[in-house]
């Protein structure tokens, strides 16, 4: 286990790098020049010039390239003389547009994405396996028809919709909530859950169906295997077999694809923090786009390709546990 | 100033100076048929105050859809941010009075005692501080903090300032800021009260260069190079209690403030939330409803067109809106530097093509924009609507047809590069321009990148819309901005998107620039302007509004005409302060 731990911990490092790398390069092709962007309307030749040497854009790409990797584990300067600020680590650049270090917003914006995506998860785990399993167990009745068709339905609508009827609906037609407006869980736990109520349910919706879908396939796979035959044979109760010997085995993908999808929620999901104006790192990484914020861009990549791969290998060695087939 | 300072939005600005006026014009306030700007009546509050007068205390709400570019008075030259930190964290040497309509654009003094004393033939301008003028930790305003951020705006650490230090002071060439420790010889601080500033050439209107955030205090002490973005040191009414940025920035009162000292800022509310990231509709919706809190809220980003049908309607929901004229200009820019716009004859017929009334529509209506018949707004006119071709506001493609007949370009084909947001707006010219037989091909740019896509010179497409809007009401903020050939940068290019490289006009910019009386120079400028409708280097065609909503507990709400028609945040308030608690 320690030998594979190691191996893929090398590969995750790897990918970092590789994303960082290609990241990186990406903002070289394309059109906008984040000095000229900085220096304002009037800039002139000399001036322009002085703000790349000050945004470090003079030197070459590959020792920009060196300097950031160098930064991220052991801090680097930026500014000069008395304006000097010292960007400590993990310094994953420094945002102009901000003034800030590029971590220190990431910080900031964390809690709002967590927050955001584990309590989707949970909400879609719950609704997604319960369907599943449900329908996995009464295949080809009306109950199974029934929430097969409603998953389909609830799949087929863009998180934006969903989340701009629920906005419709419950904010400024029945008036049952207010505008959500993040309220962090150590200050007010009770609003924390109320303003997230609805981009949780939004995003919940969307995953629901798929994991209902998903689940059912699985279950119903399962349960037709030989040794679900054998345990019900010797007499086991109905529910250990579902539950111990069916589920088990059966939610083995779910967690593969649970693992990538929370992943990917936790570096922010774009859509439903723009709409419901949650300040997260979803929101954070629209505004950068919009501004060109190209250090915050790459910072937002880099966290979403850490959580992702982080969440895979977490999968991997939960298989270990949760499927006896597996052993490292 | 030109659009990309309002987030992909629209334009801002505005001011009025006593001006010449030519033949060809017609008041702000004429109505006209065919030949004349069709002036409608505004469909919301303008030159007006909404809600009364208000009560000192309470919350005063902010709903955004954005953060500040920068609040660092050296880095702050975005329309309405300058608003915001000048009224509210940010004495200059000279402000503008918290008055609507054209009385907003009369000078005052803020730091200063005067409007600042001309000497030399208007090359050095001298200023003396009143007495009294604390920071937040109550610490004294000294000359020496002025100079000290006049040098700031020099530091490639800075960027993104008003550059007007830069251009008129006299031996600036290679000076790089005080960060370093180099400070500048042509600004001295003779004693603690007095700053005098040595110019290159004479500079008539200094005094409105003097209202510029540059020209207010930051003493060296608070120096924390670009992290004093985050916690600029108030000298205004109000200081920072938090900031998080994009999230929420919360003002309380700055103790120290004397509002003996300062004849415009009235301070009223206790306290000022600023909430940003929210969604435009939603503000626009939260702000219709304008129930709880939000009652005691006013919208930062403006009102979007399609919110007009739910608020013009209802009177009392249209009694709340603010739409003060923005002072600026949005155009079509015509690439002169290559064919068929390098045919002054083709550009003539292009200012006949346009059909402007579809471009008001486009935007959201009458109610929300008007129809330019110039460059130069209204606000730098005095309310002037020049108009020295009179063609009707639908266009006259019959007209444009003959001339480009006349040109030998009868089967014209160009390409329109609009911003993702401006797609409409494109096809209305698409089809304007369709009946004088302009074939147009749209292409269309994110808004990260458009500003980048149209200021690639030698890639620049045949026509790009866009807007620009004055610093300080007055024309030498405006057309050498836009059509003065030597801005003209390979990458970059900004403001001059038309390319126009026209030696008259460039001679003439540099005389006015010299004229040491601002009347005689403000009337050069609107000369001028007509002479640049004749050479018809872009197209004007619109004059927009910035429609606001204020909620039902809000008093003292006004746009004002310098920074873009945003509301005056020196003097607005609540008018029950109890319900704006919180």
Redesign the interface.
């Known amino acids: 286990m320690t030998r594979y731990l190691l191996r893929r911990l090398l590969g995750v490092a790897g990918i970092l790098l590789a994303v960082c790398a290609i990241t990186f390069s990406i903002f070289y092709l394309?059109?906008?020049?984040p000095a000229?962007?900085?220096?304002?309307?009037?800039?002139s030749?000399e001036?322009?010039a002085?703000?790349r040497?000050?945004m470090g854009l003079d030197r070459s790409v590959p020792s920009q390239f060196a300097a950031y990797l160098t930064g991220i584990f052991a801090g680097r300067d930026?500014?000069?003389?008395?304006?000097?600020?010292h960007c400590a680590f993990p310094c994953l650049g420094y945002s102009?547009?901000?003034?800030?270090p590029v971590w220190s917003?990431l910080a900031?914006?964390l809690p709002v994405s967590f927050s955001l995506a584990v309590g989707a998860a949970l909400l879609w785990l719950v609704l997604g396996l319960g369907a599943g399993v449900t329908s996995a167990l009464r295949k080809g009745s009306l109950t199974d028809r029934s929430l097969m068709v409603a998953s389909v339905a609830t799949a087929s609508l863009p998180v934006y919709f969903t989340s701009v009827m629920l906005?419709w609906g419950v904010v400024?037609g029945a008036g049952l909530l207010?505008?959500p407006?993040?309220t962090a869980f150590t200050d007010d736990p009770l609003s924390w859950a109320s303003n997230l109520l609805l981009p949780w349910l939004a995003l919940a919706l969307l995953y629901a169906a798929m994991y209902a879908r998903q689940s059912r396939n699985s279950m119903i796979e399962t349960m037709a295997e030989p040794y679900i035959r054998t345990a019900r044979a010797k007499g086991l109760p109905a529910r250990t077999v579902t539950v111990k010997h069916g589920m088990r085995a059966g939610m083995t993908p779910i967690l593969t694809i649970f693992g990538m999808d929370l992943g990917g929620l936790l570096a922010g999901a774009v859509i439903t923090e723009?709409?419901f104006?949650?300040?997260g790192v979803g929101?954070?990484f629209y505004?950068a786009?919009?501004?060109?914020d190209q250090p915050v861009i790459l910072g937002v990549t880099l966290l979403a390709a850490f959580f992702i791969v982080a969440a895979n290998l977490l999968v991997d060695v939960l298989y270990a546990y949760v499927d006896p087939r597996v052993r490292y | 100033?030109?659009r990309?300072?309002h987030?992909?939005l629209a334009a801002a600005i505005a001011a009025t100076l006593t001006l010449g006026l030519g033949a060809c014009n017609t008041k702000a306030t004429d109505t006209k048929d065919g030949a004349a700007g069709s002036t409608k009546a505004p469909g919301a509050a303008s030159g007006t105050i909404v809600g009364g007068t208000p009560v000192r205390g309470g919350t005063l709400t902010v709903l955004s859809n954005?953060?500040f570019?920068?609040l660092?008075p050296a880095r702050n030259?975005t329309m309405p941010n300058m608003d915001f930190g000048i009224r509210l964290l940010y004495r200059t040497l000279v402000t503008f009075k918290a008055e609507p309509g054209a009385a907003g654009s009369e000078l005052v003094p803020d730091l200063a005692t005067d409007l600042g004393r001309p000497s030399d033939g208007g090359r050095t301008w001298t200023f003396t501080l009143k007495e009294g003028v604390k920071y937040e930790d109550g610490s004294p305003v000294k000359a020496a903090d002025v100079k000290y951020n006049v040098e700031r705006s020099f530091?490639?650490?800075?960027?993104?300032?008003p550059?007007y230090a830069?251009?008129y002071l006299d031996g600036t060439e290679g000076y790089?800021g005080?960060?370093?420790?180099q400070h500048l010889a042509s600004v001295e601080t003779p004693d603690e009260r007095t700053i005098v500033f040595r110019l290159k050439r004479p500079v008539a209107e200094f005094s409105y260069t003097a209202t510029l955030p540059t020209f207010s205090p930051v003493p060296?002490a608070q120096?924390?190079?670009?992290?004093?973005?985050?916690r600029p040191f108030s000298s205004g009414p109000y200081k920072i209690e938090t900031y998080?940025?994009?999230?929420q920035l919360t003002l309380v009162r700055n103790t120290n403030w004397d509002q003996a000292t300062d004849s415009v800022r009235k301070a009223y509310p206790d306290r000022i939330v600023f909430?940003?990231?929210?969604?435009g509709g939603?503000v626009d919706?939260?702000l219709i409803?304008s129930e709880?809190a939000d009652a005691s809220a006013v919208e930062w980003p403006m009102m979007r067109p399609e919110s007009a049908a739910k608020v013009l309607p209802k009177a009392d929901v249209k009694s709340r809106l603010v739409a003060e004229m923005t002072g600026c200009t949005e155009m079509l820019y015509l690439n002169n530097a290559k064919a068929p716009f390098d045919d002054p004859k083709v550009r003539e017929a292009m200012m006949y093509a346009v059909d402007k009334d579809a471009q008001v529509t486009s935007f959201g209506g009458p109610a929300l924009t008007d129809i330019a018949t110039s460059f130069l707004p209204p606000a730098l006119t005095n309310g002037v609507r020049a108009d020295p071709l009179r063609i009707a506001p639908v266009g006259d493609p019959a007209k444009a047809k003959e001339l480009l007949a006349a040109a030998g370009k009868s089967d014209l084909k160009v390409s329109l590069t609009v911003s993702t947001g401006d797609k409409t707006r494109g096809e209305a010219l698409q089809q304007s321009l369709a009946k004088a037989g302009i074939q147009v091909t749209i292409n269309t740019a994110d808004?990260?990148?458009y500003y980048?896509?149209i200021g690639?010179t030698k890639n620049a497409p045949d026509l790009s819309v866009t807007g620009w809007c004055p610093d300080y009401p007055s024309g030498a903020t405006f057309l050498p901005?836009v059509f003065d050939g030597r801005?003209i940068?390979e990458?970059?290019n900004?403001?001059n998107y038309s390319q126009f490289r026209d030696q008259a006009t460039m001679d003439r910019m540099d005389e006015i620039a010299r004229m040491p009386d601002v009347k005689e120079a403000n009337a050069a400028w609107l000369q001028l302007d007509q002479d640049l409708m004749k050479k018809s280097p872009a197209v004007p065609m619109l004059w927009q509004r910035r429609p606001l909503l204020v909620g039902t507990n809000v008093a003292g709400a006004f746009g004002h005409p310098v920074w873009t028609g945003m509301f005056d945040f020196a003097t607005i308030g609540l008018k029950d302060p109890a319900k704006g608690q919180g």
Request: glycine share 12%; net charge neutral.
């Open positions: 394309l059109p906008n020049d000229a962007a900085a220096c304002g309307k009037t800039c030749a001036r322009l002085e703000v040497t000050a930026y500014g000069s003389g008395a304006g000097t600020l102009y547009e901000y003034s800030m917003l900031d914006r906005i400024r207010p505008y407006a993040y723009s709409i104006g949650l300040p929101r954070l505004d786009l919009v501004r060109s | 100033m030109n990309r300072t987030a992909a954005q953060d570019a920068h660092d030259w530091a490639p650490d800075l960027t993104g300032g550059d830069a251009q790089k005080p960060l370093t420790g060296q120096e924390k190079g670009a992290q004093y973005d985050l998080d940025r994009g999230k909430v940003q990231g929210l969604k939603q919706d939260r409803a709880g808004p990260s990148v980048d896509t690639d901005f801005t940068k990458k970059g900004q403001g």
